[in-house]
């Protein structure tokens, strides 16, 4: 993940899918928006009329819409980069569920100027993106249902006496309040990583997934779109993505034939989109590990190519 600690204004006022802009959607906000059910209570993840649970199936196609799809590639396909295992560990990244008197550990960070200080209530077993050997990016997502609250670390290391991390956002799960101009989270653009996972028992179980996804690229550009509030690049070519992309699969897909876990997600790419967060492989696609997934069914994804999406329009670029 690479970070660019910047300084910046954010123009939320420009973004209908942003929560108090004119184009906000009055009847989503009185409506429930996607709910996690847990052992400790169920948990709303963001009111019904945050960016990450609003449809864009109606959003007029970006203007450089066609610029950002050969960037990343029009002819490479989806990759699901989640389901059973992975060289040995769980593939995708992991999340946890902790009760409200879950003891809170101290947490030191690279980006300390960018994260929330805590304590995090970590758990000394909480499940590592990788393993607890790996080398890659290393999230670490843990819910607290009872007090509305979703923490998240970048880059996550047991010490002797806490954690340390990259860097780590603290997330009301009750508020649409983004993060501070500029500042990063566990995820590049400064986003939240657990709302836009695809999980198990909403595209299986529940048979629905009623938000946007996470995607990355391997190239983007200087500039981001709320809600994100951060960008990880220092190229100012207008043709890369820039992050908080909103990304759509076009209405007009054949998805009939597709096996149940992939039709979830392909309907939901149609309706809710996908949102770039990070600096990644080009189309990769987020979601959560669970050993019912059926591998082959989301190999069904890789049908998809990037000429079959298209970018939406949802707000102005920030670049400076």
């Not at 999230?139 to 780590?168: C, M, Q, R």
């Not at 501070?180 to 198990?200: E, H, K, M, N, Q």
Request: net charge neutral; aromatic share 8%.
């Amino acid at each position: 993940m690479y970070r660019i600690a910047l300084v910046v204004t954010i123009a939320v006022a420009t973004n209908p899918l942003y929560a108090g802009s004119p184009a906000k959607n009055d009847k989503a906000a009185k409506e429930t928006g996607p709910v996690l059910k847990t052992p400790h209570g169920d948990v709303a993840i963001f009111p019904a009329d945050n960016p990450w649970n609003q449809p864009v199936d109606k959003l007029p196609v970006h203007a450089h819409s066609a610029d950002y799809i050969a960037s990343i590639g029009a002819d490479k396909t989806l990759h699901p980069d989640f389901g059973t295992e992975y060289n040995g560990a769980p593939n995708g990244i992991p999340f946890c569920v902790v009760p409200p008197n879950q003891p809170k550990v101290k947490v030191s960070f690279e980006y300390a100027d960018e994260s929330d200080p805590g304590p995090y209530p970590i758990p000394p077993d909480a499940p590592i993106e990788g393993g607890e050997k790996s080398d890659g990016d290393r999230h670490i997502l843990v819910l607290d249902p009872k007090n509305n609250k979703l923490y998240e670390l970048f880059a996550a290391h047991k010490t002797a006496d806490g954690w340390k991390a990259g860097s780590g956002a603290i997330f009301d799960l009750s508020s649409n309040k983004l993060r501070p101009a500029g500042w990063t989270s566990a995820d590049a653009a400064g986003l939240p990583v657990f709302p836009g996972l695809a999980r198990y028992d909403e595209a299986v179980e529940a048979g629905e997934i009623r938000h946007a996804l996470r995607f990355t690229v391997r190239k983007t550009q200087r500039g981001y779109i709320a809600p994100a509030t951060h960008f990880a690049s220092r190229s100012s070519d207008p043709k890369l993505p820039p992050m908080g992309l909103r990304v759509r699969l076009k209405a007009g897909f054949d998805d009939s034939k597709a096996p149940k876990s992939a039709q979830a997600i392909l309907r939901c790419l149609k309706t809710y989109g996908m949102i770039l967060a990070d600096n990644g492989g080009d189309w990769f696609i987020s979601g959560a590990p669970n050993p019912k997934w059926n591998d082959d069914e989301l190999r069904w994804l890789k049908k998809v190519k990037g000429s079959d999406l298209e970018a939406v329009e949802t707000g102005k670029i920030v670049t400076k």
